[in-house]
């Protein structure tokens, strides 16, 4: 029997990190951090909105993190990090110059392309603004492709919002409507008070030829997907990012099983129209 | 905005016999507000209730002993009011325009009265007070999981 001996250094090694070198940190908030990464290897990182990068904290571990960034400037890598865990806490204690390993990018990512010619209604909750930043940056880069860009926010507190300097800015652009709303707030709060679901019945779009992007904690995305419905938007073009233990992130080690699929490969975006009835499994 | 063109989409208005509708065109009346005016205050009878067209209002807990806390913000499309409905037709909360601020408003105390008696109306104007109060409900239900403060991406 014959045998190819194929040199190690060529072969594809997707478990393998790749150094990345933190050249910036900006504090969101007390516990969120956002980090520019330099890949070392390569001059750049091409990625699509809503995919992750398995970022790995040498001699700590390695969780996904969702890409922040913009998908046009693929020459840094954009991620924010909030201090939950062991890993995360490693990650947030980083600062620039230090080197982590990261993995990717993996999963598919929000349908930006399918939603052109089309209303395009993005709704984020709490931290989960972070992996629909790169579908809010796209849409503004592609605007004329879109019926109309919006964005509806929600968050616990002002001080708990991410990105207030993009908020600023999309606030005052006329190419994307901007709506926030928080839980809690002073009476000085330019925003709403409520959760993000009222502000959908405000939003102007036309329902039946809308796409919406929704990210942020499962009870609020099963929320605003009911409303999204109910307002007449097809269950079938509503987008969710869903997150299980994402380990291996190539599809192989079942650790993010989610019914019948794995999550890092058909997710994190599925179709809320296809995943819906697996939400209501207790324990999925 | 007339009340003709909000017919379409308000549960208010909508289903209403053409006799109803006039009749609530006849005790209705459009009110702008400044920012920051008070438009109805906590304990205050509730003699009116709104439809809102434009703006922003917040519904709070005025500051007697502690500062100001804002409940909820309403805006356009909102109805206004769920507490004029019941006895003792007195506010729960205080409601302060938060910009300017463009309601139609409605004499209460015509409404409950012709309500006593026109079933068709009393019947849409219950079921717009209940989908508001459902909303409400449902909204605070979720504020009270607080939610962001989950673990997430």
């Not at chain 1, 520019?36 to 700590?60: A, C, K, S, W």
């Not at chain 2, 079933?119 to 007070?129: D, E, F, I, P, S």
Request: charge should be negative; proline fraction near 7%; charged fraction near 25%.
């Amino acid at each position: 029997m014959t045998q190819t001996r194929v040199p190690t250094g060529t072969m594809p090694q997707p478990m393998r990190p790749r150094p990345f070198r933190i050249q910036d940190r900006f504090a969101e908030t007390p516990d969120t951090i956002t980090f520019v990464l330099e890949n070392l290897e390569d001059p750049v990182t091409p990625f699509r909105p809503g995919q992750f990068m398995m970022i790995y904290v040498f001699g700590v571990g390695e969780v996904p993190i969702s890409i922040a960034g913009n998908p046009k400037m693929p020459h840094n890598l954009v991620h924010t990090v909030r201090a939950v865990g062991a890993v995360t806490d490693a990650i947030c204690a980083l600062g620039p110059g230090d080197v982590v390993g990261a993995r990717g990018p993996y999963g598919r990512g929000w349908p930006v392309d399918e939603a052109t010619d089309r209303h395009l209604v993005i709704v984020a909750g709490g931290v989960g603004l972070a992996p629909l930043r790169p579908a809010v940056l796209e849409g503004l880069t592609r605007r004329g492709e879109y019926q109309s860009l919006t964005l509806l926010y929600g968050a616990r507190t002002p001080t708990d919002l991410l990105y207030k300097q993009d908020l600023l800015g999309w606030k005052a652009s006329p190419d994307i409507d901007l709506e926030v709303t928080v839980d809690q707030a002073p009476t000085d709060w330019w925003g709403d008070v409520g959760m993000v679901t009222s502000l959908i019945g405000r939003a102007s779009f036309q329902p039946s030829t809308t796409d919406a992007l929704v990210c942020g904690p499962e009870v609020m995305m099963r929320a605003v997907a009911r409303e999204l419905r109910d307002r007449g938007v097809a269950v079938d073009r509503i987008s969710i990012s869903l997150e299980r233990n994402m380990k291996c992130a190539l599809g192989f080690c079942g650790r993010c099983q989610f019914g019948s699929d794995f999550l890092c490969k058909s997710g994190p975006v599925v179709s809320y129209g296809q995943f819906a009835g697996r939400l209501s499994v207790n324990e999925l | 905005m007339s009340l003709e063109e909000l017919r379409v989409n308000s549960q208010l208005l909508a289903d209403l016999s053409e006799d109803s509708f006039r009749f609530l065109e006849s005790v209705a009346e459009e009110v702008t507000f400044e920012t920051g005016t008070v438009i109805f205050e906590e304990d205050g009878p509730a003699e009116n209730f709104f439809l809102i067209t434009d703006g922003k209002v917040g519904l709070e807990v005025p500051p007697r002993t502690r500062p100001a806390v804002l409940i909820e913000t309403l805006g356009p499309g909102d109805l206004l009011g769920v507490s004029w409905l019941f006895p003792h037709y007195r506010w729960n909360w205080r409601a302060r325009a938060l910009a300017a601020t463009t309601v139609i408003s409605f004499d209460a105390e015509a409404v409950r009265t012709r309500c006593d008696h026109d079933t068709a109306l009393a019947l849409n104007v219950h079921r717009a007070v209940a989908k508001e109060a459902v909303r409400r409900l449902h909204q605070a239900r979720l504020r009270l999981l607080d939610l962001y403060k989950e673990p997430g991406t």
